[in-house]
Every structure is written in structure tokens, then in C-alpha cells.
């Protein structure tokens, strides 16, 4: 093939995926989403702030009201990623905000760990076995079989 490398999937059509994980020792149970979707994508800032397609903490909200004021022309993107506390070993699925021009990146969220506070990691699709439950802390999260499609 021409193009190797690139195989369509479910990004290509606009769909977020997931997967499910639990806790086999407490029950805890959690949708963990990926990427982006049909809604969690780009916009102009302006078109963001009329529409409001998905929600934001709203210290970010704010933030974003008071960049669209100073900068007509930013444009906000969104996804889902995975990220782990490299210290808890507690992984997180949450959304993550940039707003930029073609020039620089003017906000973009940055996550802590609810248990010690510390900077979170990005980490690989599905990697979940074996890290912390961030209910119970023991070591016992698994992934579940199903994949989830959002949007
Ligand atoms: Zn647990
Ligand atoms: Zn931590």
C-alpha cells in the first residue's frame, strides 16, 4: 500500500472509544474514554463559548472567557487521554483542553493526582493492569473486556 502505515479506525469516523475497569478488590468501576469524538474536537473559541459542546471545570471556563476577550482568533481543542500518577500509580481518564493559535499555546489543562497532589503522566492506550485502585489503593485494577464507543 501507498500510504503504509495508516489504517482507518474509529478516530478516522469521529468516535471516541473507552474501555471499562474495575477493581477486583473493592468493586470500584470506572469508563475510562480515549481521543477525541463527534462533540470533544476542535472549535474556534467563539464558536466554543455560544455552544458550550462540552463542559469544563469553570476556573478553565473562565480562563477560556478572559483569552477570548484579549484574542479574538484562538481556537480551543479537546480529547480524552490516559494519564497515571507516577507516584500512586493511580491512572486517570480526563479531559484535556488546549487553546492556541498557529503561533503558541495559550492555556492548557494540566492534571494532578486526587491522593498526593503530584503532576500526572500521560501513559499508552489500555495499559491499566495491574495500578492502583483509586478507591481502595491495592493493586487489583483490571481492564474490563468491553470497548466503549462514545459520541
Ligand atoms: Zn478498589
Ligand atoms: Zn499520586
Given at each position: 500500500?501507498?500510504?503504509?502505515?495508516?489504517?482507518?479506525?474509529?478516530?478516522?469516523?469521529?468516535?471516541?472509544?473507552?474501555?471499562?475497569?474495575?477493581?477486583?478488590?473493592?468493586?470500584?468501576?470506572?469508563?475510562?474514554?480515549?481521543?477525541?469524538?463527534?462533540?470533544?474536537?476542535?472549535?474556534?473559541l467563539?464558536?466554543?463559548?455560544?455552544?458550550?459542546?462540552?463542559?469544563?471545570?469553570?476556573?478553565?471556563?473562565?480562563?477560556?472567557?478572559q483569552?477570548?476577550?484579549?484574542?479574538?482568533?484562538?481556537?480551543?481543542?479537546?480529547?480524552?487521554?490516559?494519564?497515571?500518577?507516577?507516584?500512586?500509580?493511580?491512572?486517570?481518564?480526563?479531559?484535556?483542553?488546549?487553546?492556541?493559535?498557529?503561533?503558541?499555546?495559550?492555556?492548557?489543562?494540566?492534571?494532578?493526582?486526587?491522593?498526593?497532589?503530584?503532576?500526572?503522566?500521560?501513559?499508552?492506550?489500555?495499559?491499566?493492569?495491574?495500578?492502583?485502585?483509586?478507591?481502595c489503593?491495592?493493586?487489583?485494577?483490571?481492564?474490563?473486556?468491553?470497548?466503549?464507543?462514545?459520541?
Amino acid at each position: 500500500m501507498k500510504n503504509g502505515g495508516y489504517s482507518p479506525s474509529s478516530k478516522a469516523l469521529g468516535m471516541g472509544t473507552g474501555f471499562n475497569v474495575h477493581c477486583l478488590h473493592c468493586g470500584y468501576e470506572e469508563d475510562f474514554m480515549e481521543g477525541k469524538g463527534m462533540v470533544v474536537h476542535e472549535y474556534s473559541l467563539k464558536r466554543y463559548l455560544e455552544e458550550e459542546p462540552f463542559h469544563v471545570h469553570r476556573m478553565t471556563h473562565r480562563k477560556i472567557e478572559q483569552l477570548a476577550r484579549r484574542y479574538g482568533h484562538l481556537r480551543i481543542d479537546a480529547e480524552y487521554r490516559l494519564l497515571l500518577c507516577p507516584h500512586c500509580h493511580i491512572p486517570f481518564s480526563r479531559l484535556h483542553i488546549t487553546v492556541f493559535d498557529r503561533e503558541r499555546i495559550y492555556h492548557q489543562t494540566r492534571f494532578r493526582c486526587t491522593h498526593c497532589e503530584r503532576p500526572l503522566k500521560e501513559i499508552a492506550t489500555g495499559n491499566i493492569e495491574n495500578y492502583r485502585c483509586p478507591e481502595c489503593l491495592e493493586k487489583s485494577l483490571v481492564v474490563g473486556l468491553d470497548v466503549i464507543n462514545w459520541d
